[in-house]
């Protein structure tokens, strides 16, 4: 490719509240770099009567600095550390440019500690046990209420709730309303945190490693992935329009040149049978963006270790590349599986369209796919576009085309 396509919109920041630490797009490339799991026996609550007891957990206890942030929920907390670092590298407010803005959280389950602790007042004494104050927080939309009051935000606010691409569609349909003009910035941010309830569920359900008995541990796209482990965090990304952006004189970190989701039908709570079938979503990208596949060089799949879900993706994959595709990656084995890690995937592959940084899967030993390229080796490349792929449980897919800083 001679020239760079028009670009959807632009990322000028990046803010990450994660088990590696909180930061910009400087921890992110740190975390891609030294390529090392923040996976680890979890230490937050006990796991001792469970069939499970790996996590990626949050060591921060500090993330927000003012008195009355200290009051709301964890999960709370670090969706608003993640956007007012995202907000800090891209200087959006230095124009005031802030409270024009808009704002997508994406989370899977939003804030299950308050919803418990409002449950279980309740529970065990009635309507005395009720507390006025929990109540707000046990609605999906609170993370981004609190949010957009921390950060002054009054453009159009909107939350998401997906299993498994939570993340990256907050991505999507944040581009989404740059394109209807209704903001010419919107923060997008993926949240999920830990949570000692949730946790204890899907283990007894036999959602996570290990199902088969096996060793615990997350390995996605190997013979021997035997369900995920999970993981938490927020990831924030300011997204702005092209002319918005330059109008201010705001560092690029990378344009979207594409960002599109669907879905296909299949058994609920299921991934999809014959998933090879399913790669329109990605060619549909392909076209819109004016790129071929092969300008494509690295991506970014959202793969779980979840056999099943490892299995669809990458016959999707297949299907839309061939055996010459790019070089497939993840971030889930560093920072383990939860649904708004998409947005972190956004902010990986944002490093690694200027950086050249790919992690690889160094658990790798039995690949599940030989008809693929997984990235194996360490070292750098220089792929022209980025691809972060998303699939969900139910076929909801997402896809986002990452690319250079516009000339």
């Known amino acids: 490719m001679t020239a760079l396509p028009p670009c959807r ?15 910009g797009s400087d921890l992110v490339a740190t975390l891609l770099r030294t390529n090392t799991t923040a996976i680890a026996p979890i230490r937050n609550f006990s796991t001792a009567t469970l069939p499970h007891h790996l996590g990626a957990e949050v060591a921060a206890t500090e993330l927000v600095q003012d008195e009355e942030g200290r009051r709301w929920s964890r999960v709370s907390q670090m969706a608003v550390a993640a956007c007012r670092l ?16 808009g704002l997508v959280i994406g989370t899977e389950f939003g804030d299950l500690q308050s919803t418990e602790a409002f449950d279980a007042g309740f529970l065990q004494r009635g309507p005395r046990g009720l507390r006025a104050l ?13 949010v957009s009051l921390a950060l002054g935000i009054k453009g159009p606010i909107l939350t998401l709730n997906q299993p498994g691409v939570a993340g990256d569609l907050a991505v999507a349909r944040a581009i989404a309303l740059l394109a209807a003009q209704r903001a010419q910035a919107v923060i997008a941010c993926g949240v999920d945190e830990l949570f000692s309830v949730l946790y204890e569920v899907l283990g007894r359900l036999h959602v996570p490693s290990p199902r088969d008995g096996g060793e615990e541990a997350c390995r996605p796209f190997d013979r021997r992935h035997n369900g995920p482990v999970l993981g938490e965090g927020a990831t924030a990304l300011v997204i702005e329009t092209l002319e918005h952006a330059q109008a201010r004189g705001a560092a690029i970190l990378a344009g979207v040149y594409e960002a599109r ?14 998933a090879q079938l399913h790669h329109r979503l990605l060619d549909q990208t392909f076209a819109a963006a004016a790129i071929a596949p092969t300008d494509v060089g690295v991506a970014y799949l959202s793969g779980s270790g979840d056999p099943q879900h490892d299995t669809a993706e990458l016959d999707i994959i297949a299907g839309a590349f061939g055996s010459e595709g790019p070089l497939l990656t993840s971030v889930t084995h560093l920072n383990g599986e939860y649904g708004g890690l998409g947005a972190l995937r956004v902010a990986a592959a944002t490093v690694t369209a ?16 030989s008809d693929v390229r997984f990235a194996r080796r360490s070292g750098s490349t220089s792929p022209a576009f980025v691809l972060v792929h998303g699939l969900a449980r139910g076929g909801v897919q997402t896809a986002l085309l990452i690319g250079p800083p516009p000339a």
């Open 9 to 23: 919109a632009v990322i000028t920041g990046i803010g990450c509240v994660s088990p590696f630490g909180l930061g």
């Open 86 to 101: 995202a907000v800090a590298e891209s200087q959006l407010s230095a124009l005031e440019a802030l409270p024009a803005s």
């Open 134 to 146: 929990l109540f707000p927080n046990t609605v999906m939309n609170s993370i981004a209420g609190l």
């Open 261 to 274: 989701w669907g879905a296909f039908q299949t058994r609920a709570h299921r991934y999809p049978a014959r």
């Open 354 to 369: 200027t950086q050249g940084l790919v992690p690889t899967l160094s658990y790798l030993d039995q690949p599940l796919r």
